[in-house]
């Protein structure tokens, strides 16, 4: 069984997507053997009011009937967006959202923004989990009109220690950070802390090429598979967990890194 945890509905301005809505990803998801998907909607990124996105992703699974209980949906909040509280209670009441996806690059707010702190510490008391991205594209191929965080510009990529801000203020809420993509070194105090965080890592960041030596250094707990579909492909994250060596991880892990990890999670 394969959970994916890091998939999208929607558009990006700058680029041509393909499966880009919930019946075409369900194909996919067919296609390569994944039975649940974690899903968001990429407008959320782009609009004013993240609501709009929510409510096209609620409306878009209300078609589907019995494929809806494939998709597990997470809201897009933007928490320095005026009346966020009643998006995110909307998204959970109504909605049936398990997960707050935030877009702090996007959205123009730091890390540490009180906004994001109440926001966060919402959801840690609704039990949801909150994700962070690295990046969401390659950003050397980046369009003009999109954000100007290429590593040489006084915003670079993210890396761990951008988003252990957040994790620092809010030590008990649940995180899941994905696509990851740069270093995730920290300093002794705050790795010690790291390591004792509610952190669930997805599969489809350049960084997780070396995944047998993450899950000695970080724990096999810790990582789940991801896609990052439709931006990103569905074999990647796969054969990072299926080409582990027997000595990095046992049939046991493999299928914690499959679901198991993501159903224990997300309480499936």
């Not at 990006?12 to 919930?22: E, R, T």
């Not at 096209?56 to 494939?70: I, M, Q, V």
């Given at each position: 069984?394969?959970?994916?945890?890091?998939?999208?509905?929607?558009?990006?301005?700058?680029?041509?997507?393909?499966?880009?809505?919930?019946?075409?990803?369900?194909e996919?998801?067919?296609?390569?053997?994944?039975?649940?998907?974690?899903?968001?909607?990429?407008?959320?990124?782009f609009?004013?009011?993240?609501?709009?996105a929510?409510?096209?992703?609620?409306n878009?699974?209300k078609?589907?009937?019995a494929?809806?209980?494939?998709?597990?949906?997470?809201?897009?909040?933007?928490?320095?967006?005026?009346?966020?509280?009643?998006?995110?209670?909307?998204?959970?009441?109504?909605?049936?959202?398990?997960?707050?996806?935030?877009?702090?690059?996007?959205?123009?707010?730091?890390?540490?923004?009180?906004?994001l702190?109440?926001?966060?510490?919402?959801?840690?008391?609704?039990?949801?989990?909150?994700?962070?991205?690295?990046?969401m594209?390659?950003?050397?191929?980046?369009?003009?009109?999109d954000?100007?965080?290429?590593?040489?510009?006084?915003?670079?990529?993210?890396?761990?220690?951008?988003?252990?801000?957040?994790?620092?203020?809010?030590?008990?809420?649940?995180?899941?950070?994905?696509n990851?993509?740069?270093?995730?070194?920290?300093?002794?105090?705050?790795?010690?802390?790291?390591?004792?965080?509610?952190?669930?890592?997805?599969?489809?960041?350049r960084?997780?090429?070396?995944?047998?030596?993450?899950?000695?250094?970080?724990?096999?707990?810790?990582?789940?598979?991801?896609?990052?579909?439709?931006?990103?492909?569905y074999?990647?994250?796969?054969?990072?967990?299926?080409?582990?060596?027997?000595?990095?991880?046992?049939?046991?892990?493999?299928?914690?890194?499959?679901?198991?990890?993501?159903?224990?999670f997300?309480?499936?």
């Amino acid at each position: 069984m394969f959970i994916d945890i890091n998939a999208y509905t929607g558009h990006w301005p700058f680029m041509q997507l393909q499966y880009n809505n919930c019946a075409a990803l369900a194909e996919r998801m067919n296609k390569f053997g994944v039975d649940i998907s974690v899903i968001s909607n990429l407008n959320g990124i782009f609009y004013k009011n993240t609501q709009s996105a929510n409510r096209e992703l609620y409306n878009e699974l209300k078609s589907l009937g019995a494929n809806r209980k494939r998709f597990i949906p997470f809201a897009v909040i933007n928490p320095i967006y005026a009346g966020w509280q009643y998006d995110l209670d909307e998204c959970v009441k109504k909605f049936g959202m398990k997960g707050i996806r935030v877009y702090p690059k996007y959205h123009d707010y730091e890390i540490t923004d009180p906004g994001l702190i109440d926001l966060v510490k919402r959801a840690r008391d609704m039990d949801l989990p909150v994700a962070f991205n690295y990046k969401m594209v390659d950003s050397r191929q980046r369009s003009w009109m999109d954000i100007d965080y290429v590593a040489y510009t006084p915003k670079p990529e993210w890396a761990l220690k951008n988003i252990f801000p957040i994790i620092k203020a809010v030590p008990d809420a649940k995180y899941m950070i994905l696509n990851v993509t740069n270093s995730m070194q920290l300093d002794a105090a705050d790795a010690a802390l790291f390591k004792k965080a509610q952190v669930l890592m997805d599969t489809s960041g350049r960084t997780i090429n070396d995944l047998g030596t993450l899950l000695k250094t970080q724990g096999t707990e810790r990582f789940a598979f991801g896609t990052h579909a439709p931006i990103l492909d569905y074999l990647t994250g796969m054969l990072r967990i299926e080409s582990l060596r027997a000595q990095e991880a046992d049939a046991t892990v493999k299928e914690m890194l499959r679901s198991g990890n993501a159903k224990k999670f997300l309480g499936l």
